[in-house]
Nanobody, 128 residues
Framework: QVQLVESGGGLVQAGASLRLSCAASGRTGPGTTFRSNAMGWFRQAPGKEREFAAAISWGWIGAGTYYADSVKGRFTISRDNARDTVYLQMNSLKPEDTAVYYC??????????????WGQGTQVTVFS
């Protein structure tokens, strides 16, 4: 059974920074580890649909990162494979970044659209 546990959300003023963490455990399939999966973050603002925010994959030549246009240049995703943990460093936060942030994991080909594994979410609230 796959478990994704997020932490690091909170209430901050616009312009501040937060770092989200997601610790992964379990296996996504026979003989697999999280090192063979992409991991990432989606978010859902009040009254809106969930949307992709950032993702990171891992391959023989290193990590590939992907960002939504709305967070590019402000958010940075990274992963610690030794700890099966992914981080989202969020800088220059804006009120429109207010949302529940979900950690996700799955095959790289679907990580930005339909990842199969989801965490419970952590609330980020940015006030002006």
């Amino acid at each position: 059974q796959v478990q994704l546990v997020e932490s690091g959300g909170g209430l901050v003023q616009a312009g501040a920074s937060l770092r989200l963490s997601c610790a992964a455990s379990g296996r996504t399939g026979p003989g697999t580890t999280f090192r063979s999966n992409a991991m990432g973050w989606f978010r859902q603002a009040p009254g809106k649909e969930r949307e992709f925010a950032a993702a990171i994959s891992w391959g023989w030549i290193g990590a590939g990162t992907y960002y939504a246009d709305s967070v590019k240049g402000r958010f940075t995703i990274s992963r610690d494979n030794a700890r099966d943990t992914v981080y989202l460093q969020m800088n220059s936060l804006k009120p429109e970044d207010t949302a529940v942030y979900y950690c996700v994991a799955g095959p790289p080909v679907v990580i930005t659209t339909a990842p199969p594994h989801w965490g419970q979410g952590t609330q980020v609230t940015v006030f002006s």
